[in-house]
């Protein structure tokens, strides 16, 4: 085994998949990182031991019995796509299903789709996947309750509970619910803030100072957020304790989303020995480093969060915190600082917006300090920099999400033109969030960064409570999401309190190819300067 936690034939195969199985538009996106990596990679399986046979055999295995897998056990499944009462039916080329059509243009596929069908189903590695675009149909999808679509169910059908662990999924979703929306919260959310308030004005000017007046804006704007989340949610023993920690949960992080992506294309038995295990690994080694410190946090009783965890489940142990603590770091830390970065990079865009925004925070820092700014204030007296931070949502939404499945009776629902459809159990549904976002009929220049869009008197959101969808909806809405936008807003508005930004315009274009929120085609780099105050 290598440093990097995989062993180097899954590693390579790992890194070959998405390069020569996803085509083209997948080596557009991952084009910065790919070479390197990949020639790294084989270099390393050429010094191991471990890897004895030719690697074309080994692919070539595992693409025949994929393959096998389809004609085995897809096949059977079509005549449920043909019982009439199914949505529409995308066709797809074997193994694959639709993704090569979905991976060339998500933000087309989805769009077009939707306008066209409302609601319609894609065949993914043989399984089919309904997504809804419809707002009569979303209402009745996102007020179904767990019993009938299933959002645990889809977590593991997607294979999350062999990345993030069963007890994650099982539990965990539950006690950060529990944490962030029972009555109590506003204490809870305004003591959170407090501490990451005081995390992100300590690392700013390390990570900034760290680039030297240069810097990728989202590298930098992550790493803000990963000390800020560790320091929040679990505590600053982890910094202390175990320093390589951020380093070794970045290069997990990212590699899982990218096994988390490869669940859509391999059948179930064969991805989990073939990927996922591997990935289970490496994250069990990380939390096996990260336990030690976790134990004594938890004994100490110096973390607010890990103190809730105990109110909320009084059978929690500090193992299963430990566990807890991956599972708030891979919700909190990476979408948010794309959205943060994202709302600088839109802003920088729209040299007028940022004008605006710039005063409208000058304007109350000479009122409050910055160390001062409560949760009330962020909420009330910034409405500039909110609506940018909504605006960047709307845009940035992912192009697909909220996965459920069908439970144990048939899920029927109508579209707003009184079409009924039947899904039978085990149906994988989505909706798709970046399809409502730019609804023309919607959403007025619906493609475009518009500061006043959702703010009196235009609120184009207000003509549907289903207007747009970046935190999910519903039963299964996001529960950290008034603690999210919080986070955002607060690590703009420092960052263009305390520096002055500038960029080569034209920004790389939005690329929705991974599965976060959208990032940019190619890293932005920005020139900063300290301000003086």
Known sequence: RQDAAFPPCSRCLFRCILVRCWWSPWRRSFSSELPESLAETTARCRLSSLFKMSFSLYLGA?????????????APRKPRRDNGKMPPFL?????????????????????????????????LAGRDAVLLTD???????????????????????????????????????????????????????????????????????KVFQGDQGKSDLFGSVRRVFMFC?????????????????VTEYYKWHDVMEEAAALSVIFPKFLARPAIFWTVAKWRNRIMAKLGKTVERIWASKSSRYMEEIKEVDNKSTAEEATAYSIGILFAAHKNPAITAS??????????????????????????????????????????????????TLRLCSHSLGSVRIVKEEPFVFS???????????????????????????????????????????????????????????GTHGCPGRPFALLMVQYCVLAILSKFDLDTKLPLPELDFHKATVAQRSKPIIIDWAAKDN
């Open 91 to 123: 066709p797809g080329v074997p193994v694959l299903g639709t993704m090569l059509q979905y991976n060339k243009d998500p933000k087309k596929f989805v769009t077009e789709n939707g306008s066209k069908f409302g609601v319609y189903t894609i065949d």
């Open 229 to 245: 989340i560790i320091e929040t949610f679990i505590g600053k023993e982890v910094l202390e304790e175990y320093p390589e920690f």
């Open 342 to 391: 994202q709302v600088i990079s839109f802003l920088l865009e729209n040299p007028t917006a940022l004008k605006r925004v710039k005063a409208e925070i000058d304007t109350n820092l000479k009122k409050t300090k910055i160390e001062s700014i409560s949760v009330a204030q962020l909420q009330n007296d910034f409405p500039l920099l909110l609506a940018a931070v909504w605006e």
């Open 135 to 205: 707002r009569k149909a979303l209402e009745q999808y996102y007020a179904a309750p767990e019993s009938k679509l299933s959002a645990v169910a889809a977590m593991k059908e997607m294979n999350f509970d062999a990345l993030l662990s069963e007890l994650n999924i099982e539990k965990g979703t539950y006690i950060h619910r529990k944490i962030l929306m029972r009555e109590l919260r506003t204490s809870v959310i305004d003591q959170l803030l407090e501490n990451f308030k005081a995390s992100c004005l300590s690392a700013l000017p």
């Open 415 to 473: 579209d707003s033109k009184g079409k009924q459809f039947t899904l039978p159990e085990g149906t994988l549904v989505a909706s798709s969030p970046l399809s409502l976002s730019l609804d023309g009929a919607m959403f007025e220049d619906s493609r475009n960064f518009d500061l006043d869009r959702l703010l009196p008197p235009r609120s184009e959101n207000s003509k549907h409570t289903i207007a747009f969808t970046p935190f999910s909806h």
């Open 62 to 74: 595992v693409l025949v019995v994929a393959l096998a897998a389809f004609i085995l056990f897809g």
